[in-house]
């Protein structure tokens, strides 16, 4: 058994006046009003098809941690949503009815979750697969959706099913013809083990032990495996063989736990979400045993492919999928077709996420280092625009990449990352991207704030200049300039001080001119000198834009060039782990494939030995029968045998008295008379015996026979007596 994880109920979302369970689906004829938080008809409209609630999906679809989804289905008003209930520590988190119409239609889910170290428990209640008002189709259908979404399913009983029942689930051995695994899979549903969820089969309300054909007492879950899913052995299977058997091929484990009934007094039973203290304690017992080893053991539902693991984000995304898939006649539900679209959904989502979070970390950055402008040269002592784009960023490629790395392939990884330096930073061929709305945003400001700036040092010096004292001259002037210069490239912010200055400095120069020619001051000297200086000013100013310009190509080309060969690097790794799991998971499909075959093939020739067996043992049986009527025959033709016998010795003595009494009349006739009698009644007790019995008749007249060789009588006349006439 797993050891006990501490889990804690976190509920989902914001809102508090979220009631305890929402619909995830519901079927077309009911919708559900999200002001009210109730589940109400569509009048004149027929049960059709499934609908995804909206609402709930985005619930579900706001867990970034790996989820593991118990689910329970099973007949209807089998205490389904009280189980679930008990699961969160409560007796009420589902809805639960005391009626003989069920409660819960579609699929339900709960407002609160599970978590512990990374995982989050999600539980599902689902609608009895025998509900009134659904179909065979509509319990395919939730039962597909069930499976599919879940890594626990728990299968409510409330008695335990004769073998023979086993037909009435036949929803079970519909999935081989209602699932397919790969796009263009045949058959292969041999695989829906590696997909599938654990099955928990829970028989409620049991008050006797298990036990085998012997009656000893076994285990549940040999019960379940050895009595209830036992297969009856016939050439031609059963329909209940053929559920039997997809339970125990489609599910890749198979338990059983017993429970006893909750109370025996109906009133506790109507009001049982309040009753806890007064249920039987073997029941409140039973029950917490069952959660305790259920949170123990529950695992993160599986992603398609080895190790891969489904976030809430996915889920949401797959059962759109599903129900989409569910809903048209024409579709089947298919595993790598649903992952594919629920990982670009995930990758699409991851990205807008990123690009919007960008924005956000950036906007923030930039007003904690005082707001635009900034500088955007990453080596420079200030805040800049450049490096807080780098740890932004840089930020977001590791958050990418771990949300990524679980579902994603090393190509599908590369792809993710490259779309995301596109949409932020842009590309050779387009420069438009959020950073370049940012520098473009940033150079505007600090144009504006440089302006402003310039402006106000020049000011003072302006009122100078338009009413300029006696001692105020060319060189004083020059003197403010210098200083203007240095102050305002103290205080000027962003990458377009230069620009500005430069712009700036052209009025000055005219300024100067028309306050030279006012002054009287037109050494040429002078002028070359002012004029040198500006040229330098000019130069030094372009010359460090120019640095700027190529500082920032080369350290965007760089991060480039590390993002590609880190990319690059992981991407082999990548490859060949993939190589390496193909290839495993290959050899394990084969040596499955193969075990299954040697298991048909044993099991045929079981089957095989035992027809032959029993034809074996029928002509035994018919040579016996024939046997004893041969020797009853015999035992009859020894009877009458000796019988004729009796009777014929009697009748020669009859006769041969009376031919003593004529041979005192005529002597010499006696033995001539008796001779013939006696060969007369011998060969009338063989015709008799060859009439019933030919064997007897035969071995009669050959005895007849034999007795007239003996006796010296033959066919021929017998001798004339003498005539007793004179």
């Not at 909750?262 to 029950?287: A, C, H, W, Y």
């Not at 003593?660 to 009338?684: F, H, M």
């Amino acid at each position: 058994m797993a050891a006990q994880r501490n889990f804690s109920v976190v509920p989902l979302g914001q809102d508090q006046s979220l009631p305890s369970s929402v619909p995830l689906v519901l079927p077309n004829n009911l919708e559900y009003d999200v002001g009210t938080h109730t589940v109400r008809r569509r009048p004149g409209v027929e049960r059709t098809s499934l609908a995804v609630v909206p609402e709930a999906v985005s619930l579900l679809a706001g867990i970034d941690d790996p989820v593991a989804v118990v689910a329970v289905t099973g007949p209807c008003r089998s205490g389904k949503s009280y189980m679930l209930s008990r699961l969160l520590g409560s007796s009420n988190a589902f809805q639960l009815g005391h009626s003989m119409d069920p409660e819960t239609f579609g699929v339900w889910m709960s407002t609160q979750v599970l978590k512990c170290a990374g995982l989050t428990v999600v539980l599902l209640d689902t609608e009895g697969i025998d509900a009134v008002e659904a179909e065979a189709q509509n319990d395919a259908s939730l039962l597909v959706l069930t499976i599919l979404s879940c890594s626990l399913l728990v299968f409510n009983t409330t008695s335990v099913p004769k073998q023979g029942q086993l037909e009435k689930l036949r929803c079970f051995a519909e999935l081989a013809e209602a699932v397919r695994v790969w796009r263009n899979g045949d058959l292969d549903h041999q695989e829906f083990s590696c997909h599938f969820p654990d099955l928990l089969w829970l028989l409620r309300d049991s008050t006797l032990t298990p036990t085998d054909a012997e009656g000893n007492p076994m285990e549940p879950r040999r019960y379940l495996t050895e009595r209830i899913l036992k297969e009856s052995g016939k050439f031609m299977p059963t329909p209940s063989d053929i559920v039997s058997r997809a339970i125990k091929s489609f599910f890749p484990s198979l338990d059983c736990r017993t429970l006893p009934p909750p109370s025996s007094d109906k009133n506790v039973m109507q009001n049982i979400e309040t009753s806890q203290d007064r249920l039987d304690p073997e029941f409140n017992q039973g029950m917490e045993d069952l959660v305790r080893d259920i949170l123990s053991a529950v695992k993160p539902k599986q992603g398609f492919g080895q190790g891969k693991t489904v976030t809430g984000r996915q889920l949401a995304g797959l059962m759109q999928h599903y129900v989409t898939a569910l809903n048209d006649p024409r579709a089947l539900p298919t595993l790598q077709t649903a992952w594919d679209a629920a990982l670009n959904m995930l990758v699409e989502g991851t990205l807008r996420e990123m690009q919007e979070r960008y924005v956000e970390e950036m906007r923030q950055g930039i007003e904690q280092a005082g707001g635009m402008p900034l500088e955007e040269d990453p080596t420079s002592s200030s805040p800049s625009l450049m490096s807080l784009h780098q740890a932004v960023f840089e930020g977001l490629l590791d958050t990418l990449k771990g949300r990524l790395h679980a579902f994603c392939e090393a190509a599908e990884m590369t792809q993710a990352v490259v779309e995301l330096t596109a949409s932020i930073t842009g590309t050779q061929d387009d420069s438009r991207g959020i950073l370049s709305s940012l520098l473009a945003e940033n150079r505007s400001s600090s144009e504006t704030f440089c302006n402003q700036l310039v402006r106000d040092l020049y000011q003072p010096i302006g009122d100078k200049v338009a009413s300029a004292p006696d001692n105020y001259d060319i060189k004083a002037l020059d003197s403010d300039l210098e200083q203007l210069k240095a102050t305002y490239m103290e205080k000027a912010r962003g990458p377009s001080k230069h620009k500005v200055y430069l712009q700036f400095a052209e009025f000055l120069e005219r300024q100067k001119s028309g306050f030279a020619a006012i002054k009287g001051y037109q050494e040429e000297d002078y002028q070359l000198q002012e004029q040198t200086r500006r040229r330098e000013a000019e130069v030094a100013s372009l010359q460090e834009e120019r640095l700027q310009v190529e500082r920032q190509v080369a350290l965007s080309m760089r991060e480039q060039q590390d993002q590609v060969e880190m990319l690059m690097a992981e991407f082999g790794r990548e490859v060949q782990n993939l190589r390496e799991e193909e290839r495993e998971r290959r050899e394990a499909t084969l040596r499955d494939l193969q075990a299954k075959m040697e298991e048909t093939a044993q099991r045929n020739v079981a089957v095989l030995q035992d027809l032959s067996q029993r034809q074996e043992q029928a002509v035994q049986q018919q040579m016996e029968a024939l046997q004893q009527q041969q020797r009853q025959q015999m035992q009859g033709m020894m009877d009458m045998a000796k019988a004729i016998q009796e009777r014929n010795e009697k009748l020669a003595r009859d006769m041969k008295e009376q031919a003593e009494r004529a041979s005192q009349k005529s002597p010499g006739i006696l033995d001539n008379v008796l001779g013939s009698v006696i060969d007369i009644v011998k060969q009338g007790a063989s015709l008799v015996l060859m009439s019933k019995f030919p064997i007897a008749g035969t071995a009669a007249v050959v005895g007849a026979t034999s007795a007239g060789a003996v006796t010296g009588r033959s066919g021929k006349t017998a001798p004339k007596a003498p005539s007793t006439k004179p």
